[in-house]
């Protein structure tokens, strides 16, 4: 099975491999009445807090999450523990139990990570990849891009803070902000800050950076090259080359004093 929506594919994995879209059913949920998308600018950050929360429990509620017997979610679980509030933020994590090869992380502090990701690498670099998407979260970039999102789609069909509240997205504009969302990517520089913010979070666990750099060279293994040219060039087309980011996340391991697993 794949994500039922085009992901929050943000950051490190927007390189996804198998990124998928599907049509979305609409309900009879209703959203507050004639607002117009020139008043968005008046979203707080609150208010783009709750649309993110609505939308990841949207999202929790149309994907297979792994229950907590599951193997996968048990495997996250232990790699988390003690990271529910890390570096002045609240987090949670959950598994989708789809073959898309992504993570993605939100700015209310959601984590999902897919299983096709957690099957093709090891804890380490499953950790340093979650790592890379907490630092999106940190520097604002998740809250950023969801911002756009809201102001470009969502909002011009009329959603907006109304005394102070947030109005209610229906099926129909939480399918068109994440579309939105997913179209969306992350400047260089904001990677780049990202993969350092990873590295740093990997030394913070006290486990050895040098799986930052594992974690882009698998990534480059299974997309076949794709930074360098191919069919899936396109992937790769909004980041920092993946081949350039091996090497940069290396040197710096390298720099201090850290050795290449052999695992």
């Not at 649309?51 to 232990?78: C, F, G, S």
């Not at 081949?243 to 390298?254: D, F």
Request: net charge negative; aromatic share 6%.
């Amino acid at each position: 099975m794949k994500l039922k929506i085009a992901t929050i594919a943000l950051g490190l994995l927007g390189t996804s491999i198998t990124l998928s879209q599907a049509q979305i059913k609409l309900n009879s949920k209703t959203i507050g009445s004639a607002t117009k998308a020139v008043q968005a600018v008046t979203l707080s950050n609150d208010d783009v807090i709750a649309y993110t929360k609505e939308y990841i429990t949207w999202m929790d509620e149309n994907n297979p999450v792994a229950p907590a017997d599951n193997e996968l979610a048990q495997r996250l679980t232990k790699l988390t523990s003690g990271l529910t509030n890390y570096d002045g933020q609240t987090l949670n994590f959950k598994v989708y139990l789809v073959r898309d090869v992504n993570a993605f992380a939100c700015a209310d502090g959601s984590v999902r990570v897919c299983a096709g990701l957690m099957e093709v690498m090891s804890d380490n670099e499953v950790l340093g990849v979650i790592g890379h998407e907490i630092g999106h979260v940190k520097n604002m970039d998740s809250r950023d891009a969801f911002k756009t999102a809201l102001l470009t789609s969502a909002l011009k069909d009329g959603v907006s803070s109304q005394g102070g509240t947030a109005a209610t997205l229906s099926d129909s504009q939480l399918g068109e902000l994440g579309e939105q969302v997913a179209n969306m990517s992350f400047s260089r520089k904001q990677e780049s800050v990202a993969d350092d913010y990873g590295y740093k979070f990997l030394k913070d666990n006290n486990v050895n950076p040098w799986y930052m750099s594992m974690a882009f060279e698998r990534l480059q293994e299974l997309s076949g090259g794709a930074s360098d040219g191919g069919a899936a060039k396109k992937l790769f087309s909004s980041h920092p080359d993946t081949g350039k980011r091996v090497t940069e996340m290396a040197k710096k391991a390298e720099k201090d004093g850290f050795t290449k697993p052999t695992e």
